[in-house]
């Protein structure tokens, strides 16, 4: 198998990262594109009580074991499979599985802080950058932490105004204009509606697949 084509995936929370990467996805056969979140890298996976939680900042670079993320990435490149534990965000009531990450012609790596890590950042053959408006990412954040993680409105707020903003203008947004390709996500898009830009995106995917 020829070298792996990486390309990788940041935007602050709320843009809409992971609807992009399952078009991305379902653009092609399982055993064509294989992704790596940066989720899956939070160097302490333990559970903490909603007090905890609601004060622990897991919007700060330094709490991502960013050495193994990029000794898997490249043990990937080198057509090794890697296994990592799934992080369950705090969830006691999700039991964490074993992923296993297979080699294929194309690496989507995907997470908040993917272009600000030079280990992982020189990695990258293709930087995609999903770029949202304020408002939409605060309400999208909102919808998920309550629907997915049970977390309070009042949590939410709190996290969103001290951690998850200025991480975005911290460690984010200055590194927008490096990115090789920005994709908007405004809009509610149908299930059988595709963006142009995710059209784009897929033809070039493809050309590097065959």
Not at 116 to 143: G, N
Request: glycine residues 4%; charged residues 25%; negative net charge.
């Amino acid at each position: 198998m020829k070298t792996p084509y990486f390309i990788g995936i940041t935007g602050g929370s709320g843009a809409g990262k992971t609807q992009i990467l399952q078009w991305l996805k379902n653009s092609c056969e399982p055993e064509q594109i294989c992704l790596v979140s940066q989720d899956d890298y939070y160097d302490n996976n333990k559970t903490y009580t909603r007090e905890e939680n609601k004060l622990k900042n897991f919007d700060e670079p330094d709490i991502f074991d960013v050495k193994q993320f990029a000794a898997d990435l490249q043990k990937l490149k080198e057509g090794q499979i890697v296994t990592r534990q799934e992080y369950s965000f705090n969830n006691p009531a999700h039991v964490p599985k074993m992923l296993e990450f297979h080699p294929a012609p194309v690496i989507l790596v995907e997470g908040i802080f993917v272009f600000h890590f030079p280990e992982i950042s020189q990695l990258l053959d293709l930087k995609i950058f999903v770029d949202a408006k304020e408002h939409l990412k605060f309400h999208r954040r909102i919808a998920r932490d309550q629907r997915e993680r049970g977390f309070s409105l009042e949590d939410i707020l709190f996290k969103y105004t001290n951690q998850v903003a200025p991480a975005f203008e911290k460690y984010i947004e200055p590194y927008r204009h490096e990115a090789d390709f920005i994709v908007p996500n405004n809009i509610a898009y149908q299930p059988h509606e595709t963006p142009a830009a995710i059209e784009v995106l897929v033809a070039f995917l493809k050309s590097k697949i065959i």
